[in-house]
């Protein structure tokens, strides 16, 4: 892996902080009425996917679950027309019908978005193998919330890519709560990735809250998979800081619980490298974070003044 350069961690806490200042104003615009429907935020969840896709390669795929809004702005997507699809105007990626849970760019190789717990592994598994049956030396990034991890469709998933050696990174993102119940209520087994080992899948387990360990980690995995030895499982241990959607409030941990989570901040970490390592100062982040406060405002504004489907739409898009 090649070392970190000054633009590379500027990125890295510019991509943590957009996705952060984005939700905390999509939470709001949720209080206000202007987002409807579910709404699942990424608030502490930061690192794992910034750190992941600093190893994506342009024509790489990526699925995941109705978690989404990080997703896309890692991948580098207009704010603007994530917030767009998020209040369910023309302008977004899904044109607004697919809201929060449902956001597609085709063109950025990003493909959901997925409401359904669990279903996006298989779709993700399939899409590895267009990248095999093509040649094109690509892989797919698949995101796997801990609550699915028990679904038969996952596994089912996981033969598959085993037996035909498929090009899919799976990462399951372990926030240690599938909706309201702790994991360790739910899953027998201390460690998810080891579901894999049944298909002779490799993995491993690392700490979602630092970026840098993400990236390292990723890295590896990445390069076995795109070297054709088949599918690899990264287990990513995170944390949200907000319920499970926007209607939980999340009255089944304790404080002390949700601070000491808070202590470890995936942005203050990458913050503190940055500083200790004077690539650059604290005015100059400061200048940074308001610069993506205004940029998210401007997507609001964008998104607010954006028009509604017309009824046509309802007949658009619809496969029978």
Known sequence: MKKLLKNDHLKIYSYMV?????????????????????????IGQEAVVVGVLMTIKKNDSVVTTYRDHGHMIARGL?????????????DGYSAGKGGSMHMFSKKNNFYGGHGI?????PIGTGIAFTHKYNGDNNICRTYIGDGAMNNGQVFEA??????????????????KYGMGTAVDRAAAGSDLY???????????IINGMNVYSVIKAAHK????????????????????YRGHSMSDPAKYRTKAELEEYKNS?????????????????KVELENLNKEIIEEVKSAVDFALKSKFPSSEELYTDVYL
């Open 117 to 121: 717990v669990g279903a996006q592994v």
């Open 194 to 204: 080891k579901r894999g080992e049944a298909f002779g899948i490799k993995g491993e």
């Open 221 to 240: 995995a990445g390069e076995f998979v795109r070297s054709g030895k088949g599918p690899y499982i990264l287990e990513v241990q995170t944390y949200r």
């Open 265 to 281: 901040d995936p942005i203050e970490i990458v913050k503190e490298e940055i500083m200790k390592n004077k690539i650059a100062s």
């Open 158 to 175: 996981f033969n598959l890519a085993a037996l035909w050696k498929l090009p899919v990174l799976y990462i399951i993102e372990n926030n």
């Open 18 to 42: 957009k996705i952060r200042r984005f939700e905390e104003r999509s939470a709001q615009l949720y209080g206000m009425g202007e987002i409807g429907g579910f709404c699942h935020l990424y």
């Open 78 to 90: 207009e704010l603007k027309r994530i917030m767009s699809e998020l209040t369910g105007r023309v």
